[in-house]
């Protein structure tokens, strides 16, 4: 069955960098909307009897990219498709797995569901945020395979900088899978530090027993949205002596002057992949994504 790749508004770049790389067909469709506000989606090409990856990420207007995602793949669907791979490279509302407080929606299992329902066949998603699931497989009843970009990240680090004595660092528990990753890929040690957040733009680190004094770091984490995260944890490592430090990660999301408070921080630079387009997505998930739809 002829593979063919179809990129959602919020992936386009992305979704054409994955045909290139398999030398598959990718197709066009109109993205408008009407004076109300309404979408208006229109596939240009036949897909019947097709297998179609269909690549778009949810990041910053999360909502409207979730229900182009389900109209396209109900469409796809009518017109025929045989298969359809939802391939979502940042995947919104994975934070909020769990009920915190009385009350609280169920997000990421609404999500899972609909996508479910409206009839993708598996998916592909990549660092996803999965703190107390730790299996992709648990959320999604469809095959589904959660891919990682550290490898990538860290062969850039490698390229790009000259860095000594590195450590590779990752902010909290739940970063430790990528900083153990990083840290492979480049040959070093890593540790992780302890955060606590305190709303959902500051968070707190503590100063644990550490020493980082003439060393260069690379800290690692899944997602930079605010910065607070990072800029924290740089300001903890800078306190303690840390040289040089490179702040990685495979989502950057980038809201709120991010960048200023990472750079204000004492952070070096800041390498982050194009699942996300952005100023730093220095690294592409493209050869990833494509590696494994060339496997199906
Ligand atoms: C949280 O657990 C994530 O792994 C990231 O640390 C977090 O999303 C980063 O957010 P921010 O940049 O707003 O601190």
């Not at 240009?44 to 207007?61: C, H, I, N, R």
């Amino acid at each position: 069955m002829s593979l063919v790749i179809i990129g959602g508004s919020s992936a386009q770049a992305l979704a054409f960098k994955v045909a290139k790389e398999l030398n598959a067909p990718f197709i066009d469709c109109e993205y408008k909307k009407f004076p109300d506000g309404e979408k208006y989606i229109r596939v240009e090409e036949d897909v019947e009897g097709k297998k179609v990856a269909l690549v778009q990420s949810m990041y910053l207007t999360p909502d409207e990219y979730l229900l182009e995602y389900f109209l396209l793949v109900d469409n796809l669907k009518d017109m025929g498709a045989r298969e359809i791979i939802g391939v979502i490279p940042y995947f919104a509302y994975a934070r909020q797995d769990a009920r915190f407080k009385p009350g609280e929606a169920l997000s990421l299992k609404t999500i899972v569901s609909l996508i479910e329902k409206t009839g993708t066949d598996k998916v592909f998603t990549v660092d996803m945020h999965l703190h107390r699931v730790e299996n992709v497989n648990r959320l999604f009843k469809i095959p589904a395979k959660n891919l990682t970009a550290i490898p990538l990240l860290g062969e850039y680090v490698k390229k790009e900088f000259i860095l000594h004595d590195t450590l590779v660092i990752g902010p909290d528990e739940e970063a430790e899978q990528w900083a153990k990753t990083m840290a492979e890929t480049l040959g070093t040690e890593y540790d992780i530090l302890e955060k606590k957040r305190l709303s959902a733009t500051e968070v707190e680190i503590a100063p644990r027993e550490l020493d980082v004094k003439t060393r260069d770091l690379v800290i690692v984490d899944d997602i930079i949205s605010t910065g607070g995260t990072l800029a924290k944890t740089i300001e903890v490592l800078k306190k303690k002596g840390a040289k040089k430090i490179v702040a990685t990660c495979t989502h950057p999301v980038l809201v709120e002057n991010a960048l200023k408070r990472i750079y204000k921080a004492g952070g070096d630079a800041v390498i982050g992949t194009d699942t996300i387009p952005s100023p730093v997505s220095y690294v592409s998930v493209a050869p990833l994504i494509a590696e494994a739809l060339r496997k199906l």
